[in-house]
């Protein structure tokens, strides 16, 4: 079946440690993005990209870091500057510009 | 840059309608979208209106007024199972790509 893939599903990592989120997609999308969600907030853009091997900084880039090498996989990774990195991180894909958004099921981060 | 209202919860009861509506600021966008997100699971998309008047899909329907910055979700025949966050979000023209979201609308459906 065709979808998104995060993994993994839930993740503790330590202060000062640098973590790898990641996702896959194989509906052959050429935009995926990356949001983060708070308790009770609403989406925030981490970084999107619309095609491989580009990517644009969201409204809170700042602490993240992605890469597109593949159409089917782009990566996040929350480095050790983003100084409140517990949240519930999703991915998603979109075929153009005006199509749906397919999100992934979420990946949990605790920071201990 | 824009920004998206919504309110932050609305209470119903099983068999009501409900109408959340969504009010935002935007220089140009290119549709107005509605995802809904059960606690703990993944945005799943609603609707979508591009142009203004209304969209329907079963019990859920979509208006959208480009005059007057507004839209709304309005849900029919409420079900328990309709107990969930929902969420506006526009795709801004000057910055292909980039979907923004409103903070989302509780809604609680009662017996």
């Known amino acids: 079946d065709g979808g998104i893939t995060q993994s993994p599903k839930y993740l503790f990592r330590k202060e000062g440690q640098n973590v790898t989120l990641s996702c896959e997609q194989n509906?052959?999308?050429?935009?995926m993005y990356w949001y983060r969600q708070d308790p009770g907030q609403g989406l925030r853009l981490i970084y999107y990209s619309q095609i491989v091997n580009d990517f644009q900084k969201g409204d809170i880039a700042e602490g993240y870091s992605v890469s597109r090498e593949k159409k089917e996989s782009f990566p996040l990774t929350v480095t050790s500057a983003q100084k409140n990195p517990t949240a519930f991180y999703l991915c998603a894909s979109s075929p153009g510009i005006t199509g749906e958004l397919f999100f992934g099921e979420g990946s949990r981060l605790t920071v201990l | 840059g824009q920004s998206l209202e919504q309110p932050s919860e609305v209470t119903a009861v099983e068999g009501a309608i409900v109408q959340i509506n969504c009010t935002y600021q935007t220089s140009g966008f290119y549709g107005l979208s509605w995802y809904q997100q059960h606690d703990g699971g993944a945005p799943t998309f609603l609707s979508y209106?591009?142009?203004?008047g209304l969209e329907e899909t079963g019990r859920f329907s979509s208006f959208l007024s480009r005059s007057d910055s507004y839209g709304y979700l309005l849900l029919q025949e409420l079900q328990m199972k309709d107990s969930a966050s929902y969420f506006c979000?526009?795709?801004?023209?000057?910055?292909?790509?980039?979907?923004?979201f409103g903070a989302g609308t509780q809604v609680v459906v009662t017996p």
């Open positions: 209106n591009a142009l203004d």
């Open positions: 509906l052959n999308h050429d935009a």
């Open positions: 979000a526009v795709r801004e023209t000057d910055s292909w790509g980039k979907l923004q």
